[in-house]
């Protein structure tokens, strides 16, 4: 039954992939986001003798230094599959930069740039990417291209002159979840961070900027572990920290990879926002309607999984609601 079932899903892929575009080298395959109130550059970086491809958003006739925000991706993962984030985050007042870690999307990995795109599911399988992310991962190249990526964004991009380089946040998704962690135990620019799905348990401690976790309720992929180690990770970070479940959240849903068929909520990504925006707004913009924000409940998270913070004084859980 197994066998069968994977060669109903090859054949499935190949006639997918019949009424798709085949990816090589070139920049220009993945959908773009047109938001007038968002610029956005397409540039390339350096990280241990690799070329990375990656996304400058920011708010258009910006003139005071803006705070910025890297995200990282996931797994295998590509810049589309988190262009929304990136560009949410920019139309509120900050340059973000999203990249493709090495061996993944458009960045230069230890195979040649191969793969098939399916644009109405926004899905891109890169031949070797989930092999690669692995190996580059254990060699430490996704922390470095983070640390890169960061003194690239501040120093050489074409946006330099509009970032407070004093104000630095990253946020990362999955994989992304745990090289934020670790970035951010090793790189005292980083100001707050947040992981969504996951993190690193054995960095957290070493981490003494402010920390948000969000998570799904129904995170099922790609394990079990993912609640488990975002409530071991909470517990072992250090104040300020927080820890929100979205109700009914999947992994998957802080994408926006197979489009319309995403097993998700339609609340997750405004959710996801609402507790990213307000962490990134309190302590990288000092904004005080923000506190109010991430300290508040909300009828979005889950009421099983109980969601909390806490800012010095203990754990303070939020209603739903």
Request: with cysteine; net charge neutral.
């Amino acid at each position: 039954m197994r066998r069968y079932f994977m060669v109903s899903v090859v054949a499935l892929l190949c006639v997918l992939a019949t009424l798709t575009t085949p990816i090589g080298a070139q920049h220009t395959v993945y959908p773009m986001h047109q938001d007038s109130a968002v610029a956005q550059v397409n540039v390339t970086f350096q990280s241990r003798g690799y070329a990375l491809y990656g996304e400058i958003s920011y708010p258009e006739n910006s003139s005071s230094p803006l705070p910025a925000v890297v995200v990282c991706e996931g797994t295998a993962g590509y810049t589309s599959m988190y262009s929304w984030l990136a560009r949410a985050i920019a139309a509120d007042g900050y340059v973000t930069f999203l990249f493709d870690f090495p061996g993944q999307g458009k960045s230069e990995g230890l195979r040649p740039i191969h793969g098939v795109y399916f644009p109405w599911l926004n899905l891109y399988l890169r031949f070797g990417s989930f092999h690669e992310s692995t190996i580059h991962y254990l060699n430490g190249d996704c922390v470095q291209a983070t640390k890169d990526a960061i003194s690239y964004l501040i120093w050489e991009s074409p946006v330099a002159s509009i970032i407070d380089g004093t104000r630095i946040g990253l946020i990362g998704h999955s994989l992304g979840g745990l090289v934020v962690t670790e970035t951010a135990s090793q790189d005292p620019r980083v100001k707050a961070v947040v992981a969504l799905s996951h993190a690193t348990p054995s960095s957290v401690q070493y981490i003494t900027v402010p920390l948000q976790f969000l998570g799904g309720a129904f995170e099922i992929a790609p394990s079990s572990k993912s609640i488990p180690i975002l409530l071991t990770s909470y517990q072992d970070a250090h104040a300020p920290k927080e820890l929100v479940f979205i109700a009914g959240g999947a992994h998957l849903g802080f994408t926006t990879a197979l489009g319309p068929l995403c097993p998700c909520p339609v609340w997750q990504k405004p959710c996801c926002l609402h507790y990213a925006l307000g962490w990134f707004d309190w302590f990288l913009k000092g904004d005080p309607q923000a506190y109010s924000d991430i300290i508040s409940g909300d009828a979005r998270i889950s009421g099983v999984l109980r969601s909390r913070y806490n800012f010095g004084d203990g754990d303070c859980f939020l209603r739903r609601g």
